[in-house]
């Protein structure tokens, strides 16, 4: 007899985060059950007591839960963490609640770099202009531009993105500071980054990229004081969510020149046709498009399989990111609706 | 006494090559007689037999040069050879000819990436939907976007830009594969890229980077078979000079769907206002800046000083470029005349 | 009031693991109860309350345990888990169970790399010669001699010293194969190895590196017939412990010439003196020292402090490895009693 | 009609340096005429009239060089240049002096990088103690154990082999300081080393690896005063040629106890039997065994063919190192006579 998988991706589809012969082998090695954030709790009993695994994360009650006798994890392939199940009880029973928010961490890392070296060589501008006869060549059109190379780079926050963020900078041998009071200096240092203050961060980067998820400690934590603390001429550029920064003192800190910046996230999505960062100059606007590639949501697929034939073996899930008993109720990160 | 550097590096000026510290240093070590390309040959008789160095491309006669008994190196530092002095004689009495052009490496390649990565999620296009209000949000967006991390990458001509493309490339583990005629295949395999012939590269890039020099043997060997063999939807960056690739055959297969592309350089500089590549869909424009900046030149002076020393010494020039005996007289890019 | 940490960190000392910066840093922010395994239990029933803190693998009652009811961590500095704790009560309370065995990685690698060095060269046994006067010169002494640089390298467990070793052997840019049947194969394929089964790693090596725990699954899992099945001439290094190995089908397989080796542990330690490995020729002999320099006791101190400090915050520790549920009862490594 | 390579490669033979295919591949692309040094002059002037290549280093004269009236390059591979040819000539005709010793930067490297690590971890010595029953287990035997992890490592001359061991150390994190007054500081900067005087690189190593060629400035310049100067404890590794040290300060700075010291290389090799390295405690011996291994003669006959290649195509050779008109009479490493 399988494992039963209860399965219930919503936004995610099955056929969206498996390849076909990753969805193959998921019916190969599990009975799945498709169901809904409803329907769950109205399963069959014998069903509930042989889950293994819920894909998905659909509300679940205490009543719901005791009746799992078997489950070993919830693997939530929206990945942002949202309060609708008893994690005290998942963790005392010692069922993983995790997480595949790492598979965005790539395609965000190259999106963000060109956008970087769009700001830093002002490669969209420059199209315009030549679209428009009023290009300026050689030299003459460089005068704001710069290397990324041997440049100072600021990280705020250090998890998967911040590390995919690294990786490709690497070749351009910068100085990196990072600022993530979640991790300890020692390991920053390892990855060869030097650990830091949010303050030297913020008034020592060339280039800065905020990749910090939101949690009930840092909403709007890059406000109009931060940006005023930043280089003059820094470049700023934000991917994780715009609930991190306070958007209007940024708007204000590229209107007034102090920085050039780029966002892929916005304190709206869609935006209101009249917000003033549709015009703003020294902005590069990116509509909420850094993750959502189609090979990314298909190596969800790929990692809660990984995860769940080492779970099968009784091991512990290395694949997926775990939710933790301290931190699970301070993010703030909102799910999104639509891949 | 201190030796003569003969100074006439039109169209760069001391100014540009040299930061103030260099300019010091230069002054301090060396007689500097600044002088034209036409002046050269007018100096006083004993201050060319005492000349050291020519700095700059001048034009040279066989009698100039017989003048000038104790020059050991000529260091051009616009950096295209053109064939207005003896090569054949400097050669037999060991004179250096020296060129500058690694300095332009790394800001081309950082260019080079930006337009990649333009072109590979559609940066350029997304903010000018954002800014009229047609952007697509998510997922949406993506449907032509893809990863640079793990594709495959050729890059035709491995010289000092394709070697810094290399660099930057390597933290997206990319298989790269290279044509370079005038390199041992063992000698790029050390360098961690495939070496290949033109026919794969070209047809087996996910993303084609073009940073050949124009050779009497290369003049448009990028035509249109050669278009017509790349892979549907390759993303061909053109970075070195017009004249290797039959520009009309490029726009012709973006023009049609087949592949999208970017250039730097184009066949007449400034170029025409009516030239079909202004309004070409699929096409991403930047007016020859990928090298011109004010850092790239100041190390040209760096440069000059460091290989100057070892001379000094009665050592080798190690950090300009020596011109050589087999190749000089095929080099065809054509000198800038504006910085 | 300062927070308490009870501490028993024997065979270690706090003098062993903290330099005298930290050591101060320690007493400064926390209470330090310096206890005994034995005392533990008899502390005053305040102290136990309030204790967020044990240094060190003290046995603890179910009953002491629910006296300690702010228990946040238990911190293991001798690293390898013994069974004298109630795991399953502490994983239910959320109580972390943390090991430093990490900064045994990087010293035991090096050691690692250098007896591979050593039986790939005969360091040791041509020095031998020479000091015998015995030596060959030139190539009639390398007859034996090979390159790491290039070659097929296994590695049999990835956990911190695995990584360890990919780190310092990535320069020669090796083709790597790792089995650990622990991690789920797209994580080792991201570290740059390939993952592979036993049996390829056994076959497909001409160096491997044994570095995996014991666990109740895998004691003398390298077998007589692991040794036969791997490649004539292979290089054998054994660095975690020796009850992993049949040691003598080890010895067998070296004295006959199939393989050669060399080993850090020893199924006795110390080991008799008649022992057979004392005069094996093709094997060199590390007496346990592979991870026990004064600088890795060190940095113990320096995790405690860094994972503590994220506790103290309302923090996940992320610095010291957490003993798991699934896992906790497999371990077999023995603990040392002796630095 | 095949170009013709006159072949007198000794000690070299045209076995040792081409594996059967490639040695096919020169047959089959060459008329290849074998001779030797002494017979090359009296070979038929219409041979020598046609011969492009010479492959070795034989004595040639004013008048022979005069008859090859093709000649494109003399492709040393024993690699060390002795003056037997007029180079001045050979310079003016731009006929090419290659050499190939670049093919034991690797070999030479990995052994270098061995003997380090038996120096930081006392490998030899403990292997030696416990075949003698006298080992002494865990820390107790690390007294005078060390890290190589960021360290501070020096390397003296940084050409393949300097090169090579930055390669293989850069796993490692050290810092690594680089005395070399043949090459601009800058070259060393990019390359991630610290560009030093002499006096810098012997007083902050931890491990010094002295890899300098012998010239005519650089005889005995690591003399009494410069152990002297080097670090209590330093670890110094000579893979050169040993006429470039102070031999005997060199054994009196070991036996001081002052620095501990291996070497490849000795003042006579073979050495005396009564010589006072060979019982010198604190010093490994090797006898210059570190590039000898067939792998990399067999490189050899690969980098020939290669620019032999490029040269038939009437380009520039690559892969080989050329001789040059400032330097060539500077070199005095002994060729060997022995492989």
């Known amino acids: 007899m399988k494992p039963i998988v209860l399965s219930a991706p919503m936004p995610r589809s099955l056929d969206l985060i ?3 012969d990753k969805r193959k082998q998921l019916h190969e090695t599990y009975e799945v059950v498709e169901t809904t954030d409803d329907a769950l709790a109205t399963l069959p009993i014998e069903m509930l007591q042989q889950a293994h695994y819920i894909l998905g994360q659909p509300p ?4 719901t839960l005791a009746q799992m006798v078997q489950l070993k994890a919830v693997l939530n392939v929206e990945s942002n963490l949202i309060n609708n199940m ?3 009880t998942l963790f005392e029973r010692g069922i993983h609640v995790l997480t595949t928010g790492a598979v965005f961490a790539k395609p965000v890392a190259e999106l963000g770099l060109g956008l970087a070296l769009d700001l830093a060589r002002g490669i969209t501008d420059a199209d315009l202009a030549f679209r428009n006869g009023t290009e300026q060549w050689g030299g003459d059109g460089n005068v704001n531009a710069r290397m990324l190379g041997g440049s100072e780079i600021g990280i705020v926050g250090y998890g998967d993105l911040g590390r995919a963020l690294r990786r490709i900078l690497r070749g351009f041998d910068p ?3 990072v600022y993530d009071p979640w991790l300890p200096p020692s390991m920053l240092k390892e990855d060869g980054v030097i650990p830091t203050d949010l303050n030297a961060v913020l008034t020592q980067s060339d280039t800065l ?3 910090a998820a939101v949690t009930s400690d840092n909403q709007h934590f890059i406000d109009a004081k931060a940006f005023k603390n930043m280089r003059q001429g820094c470049h700023f550029i934000l991917l994780s969510r715009a609930e991190v920064v ?17 966002s892929d996230v916005f304190p709206q999505e869609p935006l209101p046709m009249d917000h003033p960062v549709r015009d703003l100059k020294g902005f590069i606007r990116s509509p909420h498009r850094a993750g959502a590639l189609d090979t990314a949501f298909q190596q969800m697929g790929d990692m809660v399989l990984e995860d769940m034939a080492l779970m099968d073996g009784g091991l512990v899930p290395m694949r997926c990111k775990r939710a933790e008993r301290e931190t699970v109720q301070r993010m703030r990160s909102k799910p999104v609706t639509h891949n």
């Open 209 to 211: 990229f905020v990749v």
């Open 18 to 20: 498996f390849r076909s």
């Open 86 to 88: 008893p994690y005290q």
């Open 246 to 262: 306070d958007f209007d003192a940024m708007i204000d800190a590229v209107r007034s020149g102090h920085i050039r910046a780029t």
């Open 175 to 177: 100085t990196i500071r």
């Open 60 to 63: 679940i009650s205490e009543t």
